[in-house]
C-alpha cells in the first residue's frame, strides 16, 4: 500500500481541527476504533461518534450517520475496510468536512478522488493516535 504523502507540517495542521466525526467508531475497547478516539478525546478533541449501532459511546450520543450530526465536522476519521470506503466518502462530501482521515491500513484511491476533486484534504494509511504521538 503506499503511504500518504502529507508532510509533518500539514499534518500538525489538522490537528489544530477539533470536531472529529468517528465513522465506524467501536464500543469494545480493544479495537482501535475505540481507544484511537478516546485517545483524542482526552487529548482535547470534540469526538462525535457515528455508529448506527450504538445510542453513546464514550458518554457521547452516536448518530447513525454524517448526515445525522447537528454540528460542522472538521475531520471524518473512517475506519471501516477500504472496500467499503467509497459511501463513507460519498457521504462526508456532502457535509464538507476539511479533512477526511483513513486510518492505518485504509486506502481507496477510487473513492477519494472525488474527495479531492471537492477540495477535501484526504489523508489515508496513517492513524491519527500514532501522529498525534509522534509530532506532539
Known sequence: MENDLH????IKKIYALKNIAVVGMSKNPEKAAH????YLAEKGYNIIPINPTADEILGKKCYPSLADVPVPVDIVDVFRPSDQVKPVIDEAIKIRPKVIWLQEGIHNPEAELPATKAGIDVVFNRCMLAEHQRLF
Do not use: C, F, I, R
Open 35 to 38: 481507544y484511537v478516539p478516546k
Open 7 to 10: 508532510s509533518d507540517e500539514q
